[in-house]
């Protein structure tokens, strides 16, 4: 690629790299919906304008139209798990 144009796709590895998150995390982002990605064949690509689209998504500097703004109602809410009681002896 010549050294004077930016890259219009990219990987996995290379978003999570740029946006400074784990896989785990990404996965998430577009199971819920925030994050736009391209299936070509088994390559997922994602759009490079993407990066900043869900930043500003995430500082709610963009009004909330299109796909990615709308919530995924399938998602499981967060759990928090109680603290098991240490056992003390009677």
Known sequence: ???NQAKIALSIREFCFLASIGRSLFYEEVKA???N???VGRKTLIPATELNAWLRRLSGNEAHSGPASQPNTDARPYRIRPRPQAFVPS
Do not use: D
Request: proline content about 22%; overall charge positive.
């Open 33 to 35: 919906g925030r994050i």
């Open 1 to 3: 690629m010549p050294p």
């Open 37 to 39: 990605v391209l299936k």
